[in-house]
C-alpha cells in the first residue's frame, strides 16, 4: 500500500471551495475548504486538510478524529463544559459523537483523521 504524504499541508493551495458552512451560527456564515485525501488500506476512514473563515457554528462530526492545528485560533466549548482555547501546533482528540460549538477567531485550517 502506498504511503501517503501532504507536503506543506500549512501552505497547499488546491483546496475545494465547500461554500458556506451548514452548521454556521453567525450573520456573516462561516465559509469552508477542504482537501480530502483517499486513505488505501484505512478501513473507511478518512483524511484530509480543512479550512474555516472565522465565526461560531456546531461540530457536526459524529466520528471519533484526530486534528492538527496548523495556522489560526479559537476555542471550542463542549455541550456542557467550558471553552477550550485552540491554536495553532495544538493537536486534538474528539471521541466519537463529541458536540459543542466552535468560535473561530483567525482562519482556521487543520490536518484530520476521521475514524470510521
Excluded at 11 to 40: F, K, N, Y
Aim: net charge negative; aromatic share 6%; glycine share 10%.
Amino acid at each position: 500500500m502506498p504511503i501517503t504524504i501532504l507536503s506543506q499541508s500549512a501552505t497547499i493551495s488546491d483546496l475545494q471551495d465547500l461554500g458556506d458552512l451548514a452548521s454556521s451560527l453567525s450573520a456573516i456564515p462561516c465559509r469552508t475548504r477542504d482537501l480530502p485525501v483517499d486513505l488505501e488500506g484505512a478501513g473507511g476512514s478518512s483524511m484530509g486538510v480543512w479550512e474555516c473563515t472565522p465565526g461560531q457554528s456546531r461540530r457536526q462530526v459524529a466520528g471519533a478524529e484526530v486534528m492538527h492545528i496548523l495556522t489560526g485560533a479559537c476555542s471550542f466549548t463542549p455541550e456542557g463544559g467550558e471553552p477550550r482555547e485552540i491554536r495553532a501546533g495544538d493537536t486534538l482528540f474528539f471521541p466519537a459523537n463529541t458536540r459543542g460549538i466552535w468560535n473561530i477567531q483567525e482562519t482556521l485550517r487543520k490536518v484530520y483523521v476521521i475514524f470510521s
